[in-house]
């Protein structure tokens, strides 16, 4: 059973400003290179999700998949890209990680993967809702990238208007491990405490 990982890079980042995100610096190491170092042991493979003129990523020297649905679909369609790409593979699952949040934990492939169903999002504790999904870290079998492209094609946005239709399982995580950073504050943030 082999798993690859996409990273979801593909997002607008409007609230940043606009650009590549994942090319924000934290330390001496952009967020990007933080996640890849992060994910590269935990999968077999690694593809990267963007939009746009693919070439700026070349110095990753990762394949590089672009959205498959137009217009900005939001994460669902990186998730549909990297399943197809998956699947050309011979991959039987993905793994979805976000640019944007560089300290995921470094077991968080095996913890997904305990879980045999076929799409299992990580979750974090929250002491007035119990837990909060984590909905762009997650495990999919690559086998529902059909029933996933419809559901794109047919107006579907949200990730968890999807994977709960197919009976999502969560993992409990710690809240600190999926920090993401969204605003000039959030990088303040993390330089404060991630570096």
Known sequence: MTECAVILAGGQANRMGGGDKGRLMLGSHSLIHRVIERIT???????LNANGDLSRFDDL?????????????????????GMDWAA???????????????????????????????VVLAATP??????????????????????????LNDGVRKIRQWTLAKG??????????????NTPEDLAWAEQHLT
């Open 41 to 47: 042991p935990q999968v077999d493979a690694v593809v």
């Open 61 to 81: 020297g990762l394949p590089v998949v672009a959205d498959s649905i137009p217009d900005y679909a939001g994460p669902l369609a990186g998730i549909l890209a």
């Open 88 to 118: 050309e593979q011979g991959h039987e699952w993905l793994i979805s990680v976000a640019a944007d949040t560089p300290s995921f934990p470094l077991n968080m492939v095996e913890r997904l993967s305990a879980s045999g169903a076929p």
């Open 126 to 151: 929250d002491p007035e809702r119990g837990r909060i999904p984590q909905p762009t870290f997650g495990r999919w079998q690559v086998a529902l990238r059909h029933d996933l492209r419809a559901a």
């Open 168 to 181: 999502e399982t969560l993992v409990m995580f710690e809240e600190a491990d999926f920090f993401n950073i």
